[in-house]
């Protein structure tokens, strides 16, 4: 009886060590109308709107919780989540936290009279500190390179700290001011794309799109990011359908390849005599091809 006892007080303990081990996924922002991101902690019982400290490359930031959200099992291809919730904020972390909007909108206010004093051809976009107040990031645009070695000077003086002025390009500033795109919903990059990848009108004529720069660009007047969405089933689908120019015979009369409609799977095809039929996949999976005599 004693032995039965024992055995059931010890069983319960790998279930609670097995509850400490369990880690969940939030969803939230470093400052207000910014990307919201993705940490992990073992931190159990955070709420929304909480502030907690995560773990970032140079040093613990603030952030506040959106979501909380259970981390399920996940096959060991899957990525890691880099950042890392490492505790909760303090009040006096929490009311410095509240505080920093204000400063970095009051150092934004500063740099850009600074900029207009000395007569600088350069746009300041945003303003970045850490927590820490180890430095301060100005971020701006400019069409050439900038001497600014007379701001930096004048910032340092203000600020007793590190200043650092980085030039972006104007799909990075797209993405830290955002906007709404052409779809009616938040830009892709101010949301939730992290790297920028190579968009080239190739993928706009691979998915049949108009050639007119005013809807295929986006609000950083480049070629949009949701372009490269679909190219990839765009290209996969076009190579099992004929290639244009290539010439099917169809009722003893051979007609070429004029143009493909890659979601309904189906061509156009076009005799000597200008005369057009509209083919579907069943209909020309089954015609005999020719190759096309000139590239």
Request: charged share 25%; with cysteine.
């Amino acid at each position: 009886m004693n032995q039965l006892q024992e055995n059931n007080n010890q069983d319960p303990a790998p279930e609670n060590n097995q509850t400490e081990m369990v880690a969940n996924h939030y969803k939230m922002q470093f400052r207000p109308a910014e990307q919201v991101c993705s940490a992990s902690s073992r931190l159990q019982g955070l709420k929304k709107d909480e502030i907690v400290m995560v773990q970032t490359d140079h040093g613990l930031e603030p952030a506040r919780v959106l979501a909380v959200v259970p981390l399920w099992p996940e096959p060991e291809q899957a990525k890691p989540i880099p950042l890392t919730v490492v505790r909760r904020a303090t009040r006096d972390e929490t009311a410095k936290f509240e505080k920093l909007g204000e400063m970095e909108h009051n150092a934004f206010r500063f740099c850009a009279k600074l900029i207009g004093k000395l007569n600088l051809p350069m746009n300041l976009v945003k303003v970045e500190r850490y927590f820490n107040g180890g430095k301060i990031i100005f971020f701006f645009t400019a069409e050439n390179r900038v001497d600014f070695r007379e701001l930096v000077k004048n910032l340092v003086q203000e600020f007793r700290t590190r200043v650092e002025m980085r030039q972006i390009g104007v799909r990075h500033e797209t993405k830290m001011v955002g906007g709404l795109g052409c779809c009616g919903r938040e830009l892709c990059c101010s949301s939730f794309i992290q790297n920028f990848e190579s968009v080239s009108i190739k993928m706009a004529k691979e998915q049949n799109l108009p050639l007119n720069p005013a809807k295929i660009s986006g609000a950083c007047n480049r070629l949009l990011c949701c372009l490269n969405y679909e190219y990839k089933t765009y290209k996969s689908m076009r190579k099992s359908m004929p290639k244009i120019g290539r010439k099917i015979t169809l009722n003893n009369r051979q007609y070429k390849v004029r143009q493909h409609n890659v979601l309904k799977e189906s061509i156009v095809v076009a005799d000597d005599d200008g005369q057009e039929l509209t083919l579907t996949r069943e209909e020309w999976q089954t015609l005999p091809q020719s190759a096309p005599k000139d590239k």
